[in-house]
């Protein structure tokens, strides 16, 4: 299969690399250091399943030089969609599907702005990756997965040939029978954990050895799922308890990456995040007001330093 992936940082680049392991024609979008060293020296990858590899694999700066593919992974940071979605326009052909792996759960709109709507697939991955230098990709964890499927349901037999494609690249996948259910039980998690530790500068574990910072967390996620629920996304009566207890467990380690972005001066998912929670939640008639404070206390920042 010819697939482009855009944007090749830790997520991109580290599901690109597979997919090139495991023989696609693939194309790496990627940018500035991070390129040169790609197209000089091959990707390098620290992989907790794979070992340390390298792969050489065709990168460029310019979607328009890699033409029509089967599959464009779209795995960019959101706010970089308005000039993102425009570059993909050369790779999208009428048999291109686009699978966004991004953060947040509404980047599947901006997408079917420029394509038609059963080329759109959304999904949620779950890997712990980053950009270690440029040209190296590490992923930490035991977990690796995608979750994805169409916002509508439909698109089966594409999904079904996407499903085996990321399986026999070695990536844990599964179609997702209610994908937006999928989407916002990890983004009700995300916003929990990225919110409150980059507000407050702090892990997750040192907020959860104050009552304080454990009750913030607490109310962040409320409030997160009393909009999807306002929204008619079908959440699990226990999803509450269930993130609440993967925080205390795995999440407590964990760094969020608008955590990290916030620590580098780097531009911040806020408006995908906890910013989407407070623009939603308005949308839906529900009062989100620990979530607006966080919002306004990242709002300096959300443009990088």
């Known amino acids: 299969m010819r697939i482009a992936v855009m944007g090749a940082g830790g997520v991109g680049g580290y599901f690109g690399s597979m997919l090139t392991r495991a023989g696609h024609e693939t194309f790496l979008i990627a940018r500035g250091e991070h390129l040169k060293t790609i197209q000089e020296q091959g990707l390098t ?19 328009a030089e890699v033409g029509p593919v089967e599959l464009v992974l779209f795995t960019v940071k ?9 570059l993909i326009r050369p790779m999208v052909g009428s048999r291109t599907s686009v699978l966004t792996l991004q953060n947040g759960v509404e980047s599947h709109r901006d997408l079917l702005e420029e394509t038609s709507d059963g080329q759109v697939f959304t999904g949620a991955a779950y890997i712990e990756s980053g950009v270690a230098a440029p040209g190296v990709i590490r992923q930490n964890g035991e977990v690796v997965r995608i979750v994805f499927g169409h916002p509508t349901g439909e698109g089966q037999e594409r999904s079904a040939e996407l499903l085996e494609v990321l399986k026999k690249a070695r990536i844990e996948a599964e179609v997702a029978p209610d994908v937006m259910k999928a989407l916002w039980s990890k983004f009700v998690f995300i916003v929990s954990l990225a919110g409150p530790t980059a507000a407050a500068r702090r892990e997750m574990h040192q907020l959860l050895e104050l009552s304080e910072g454990r009750d913030l967390v607490m109310a962040v996620l409320r409030e997160a799922l009393s909009v999807g629920r306002a929204l008619g996304i079908a959440l699990d009566d226990d999803l ?3 993130t609440l207890s993967y925080i205390d467990g795995y999440a407590r380690d964990l760094h969020a990456s608008m955590h990290t972005d916030l620590d580098r001066g780097n531009p911040l998912e806020l408006e995908a995040l906890n910013g989407a929670v407070v623009r939603l939640g308005r949308e839906a008639g529900v009062p989100t007001p620990f979530n607006q404070c966080i919002h306004a206390l990242l709002k300096p920042y959300a443009g990088g330093v």
């Not at 990858?45 to 979607?63: C, E, L, N, W, Y």
């Not at 959101?78 to 425009?86: I, P, S």
């Open 78 to 86: 959101t706010y970089h969609n308005t000039e993102a979605v425009r």
């Open 240 to 242: 509450f308890d269930r």
């Open 45 to 63: 990858v620290k992989s907790h399943h794979h070992g340390q590899f390298r792969i050489d694999v065709q990168a460029t700066g310019d979607p």
